[in-house]
């Protein structure tokens, strides 16, 4: 079964709603308490920025809201899994998209939790990141259900009802903040201090190896390298993450810069044009980043070190 579909099977049930959620909203003292502690959350979320005190003070207080002392029930405990996860997420969605910048304090405070135990975390938060970008995240397509209505299947890829007015652009910029945000969580080292214990609970589709093989699934669909998103999607990741990729993978990464440089110059018309013909500013984008990447060496995205 492909990854994708063992998440949603296994663990989106747990996560889909915490406003309808069957496991917690039938007990009066967790539904309280799950009220509560949302309140505490959210704002912590709004107040990180990038410096490695203010880093440290909100993963440390998020770490004290998830594991008290009692612990909380586990069906508790993933709904908060939950808040935290949807709360990071809205910020990528509302301010990654407009200061790419900031997704870099939010992946280290999302990283430092899963390295301080809560490694279910990674696992319910890439459930709902999943559930908002859909194929982006995964790097394959992911097919139409049976009898799966139109605005259910536009879900399913990440769209907004039809209500909403989301248009195409906003669709891609929303789509390049949850990239942006992916590829931060992916770069970030693991801290020097979390042990090799924890450090193996970390999820695989958190650890940085993630990146090249959802570079290589992207960049191998042909569907997907011909969908509007992806040139602006690929440039959002290579600013984030490249500069790591390339200590990482060097000579791979000459190449595939190489190939993404020759594709983002192809002229209109083309056959298997990157992006399509209403790629065209996705791959400007990419063009002028990727030159500027070999010109200069390295990419330096603001936020990648800690603000002094």
């Given at each position: 079964?492909?990854?994708?579909?063992?998440?949603?099977?296994d663990?989106?049930?747990?996560?889909?709603?915490?406003?309808?959620?069957?496991?917690?909203?039938?007990?009066?003292?967790?539904?309280?308490?799950?009220?509560?502690?949302?309140?505490?959350?959210?704002?912590?979320?709004?107040?990180?920025?990038?410096?490695?005190?203010?880093?440290?003070?909100?993963?440390?207080?998020?770490?004290?809201?998830?594991?008290?002392?009692?612990?909380?029930?586990?069906a508790?405990?993933?709904?908060?899994?939950?808040?935290?996860?949807?709360?990071?997420?809205?910020?990528?969605?509302?301010?990654?998209?407009?200061?790419?910048?900031?997704?870099?304090?939010?992946?280290?405070?999302?990283?430092?939790?899963?390295?301080?135990?809560?490694?279910?975390?990674?696992?319910v938060?890439?459930?709902?990141?999943?559930?908002?970008?859909?194929?982006?995240?995964?790097?394959?397509?992911?097919?139409?259900?049976?009898?799966?209505?139109?605005?259910?299947?536009?879900?399913?890829?990440?769209?907004?009802?039809?209500?909403?007015?989301?248009?195409?652009?906003?669709?891609?910029?929303?789509?390049?903040?949850?990239?942006?945000?992916?590829?931060?969580?992916?770069?970030?080292?693991?801290q020097?201090?979390?042990?090799?214990?924890?450090?193996?609970?970390?999820?695989?589709?958190?650890?940085?190896?993630r990146?090249?093989?959802?570079?290589?699934?992207?960049?191998?669909?042909?569907?997907?390298?011909?969908?509007?998103?992806?040139?602006?999607?690929?440039?959002?990741?290579?600013?984030?993450a490249?500069?790591?990729?390339?200590?990482?993978?060097?000579?791979?990464?000459?190449?595939?810069?190489?190939?993404?440089?020759?594709?983002?110059?192809?002229?209109?018309?083309?056959?298997?044009?990157?992006?399509?013909?209403?790629?065209?500013?996705?791959?400007?984008?990419?063009g002028?980043?990727?030159?500027?990447?070999?010109?200069?060496?390295?990419?330096?995205?603001?936020?990648?070190?800690?603000?002094?």
């Open positions: 079964m492909p990854e994708y579909q063992v998440i949603k099977s663990i989106m049930p747990q996560v889909k709603s915490t406003k309808l959620r069957p496991d917690v909203q039938p007990n009066p003292e967790w539904k309280k308490e799950l009220t509560k502690l949302r309140r505490q959350i959210i704002p912590k979320i709004g107040q990180i920025t990038n410096t490695q005190a203010a880093v440290e003070r909100i993963s440390s207080q998020l770490d004290q809201i998830l594991a008290p002392s009692p612990r909380h029930p586990q508790l405990y993933v709904a908060l899994l939950y808040v935290v996860s949807k709360a990071v997420l809205k910020q990528a969605e509302e301010e990654v998209t407009v200061k790419p910048s900031t997704a870099f304090p939010l992946a280290r405070v999302v990283m430092a939790l899963v390295e301080q135990g809560h490694d279910l975390l990674g696992t938060f890439v459930a709902k990141l999943i559930s908002m970008s859909s194929h982006w995240i995964v790097g394959t397509v992911i097919g139409r259900e049976p009898n799966q209505s139109d605005e259910d299947y536009r879900k399913s890829l990440g769209y907004r009802p039809a209500s909403s007015g989301e248009t195409t652009p906003q669709y891609i910029e929303r789509m390049g903040g949850l990239v942006t945000l992916y590829a931060a969580i992916l770069q970030t080292p693991i020097t201090t979390t042990s090799r214990e924890a450090a193996q609970r970390i999820p695989a589709y958190l650890r940085f190896p990146f090249w093989t959802w570079l290589a699934r992207l960049v191998g669909n042909s569907d997907l390298m011909s969908d509007p998103a992806a040139s602006h999607l690929l440039a959002c990741a290579l600013e984030t490249g500069d790591r990729a390339m200590e990482v993978w060097g000579k791979q990464m000459v190449k595939l810069r190489a190939a993404l440089g020759r594709k983002a110059f192809e002229a209109d018309g083309s056959v298997h044009l990157l992006g399509g013909e209403e790629g065209k500013a996705g791959r400007i984008r990419l002028l980043l990727l030159d500027a990447w070999q010109k200069n060496g390295a990419i330096h995205p603001p936020g990648r070190e800690y603000d002094e």
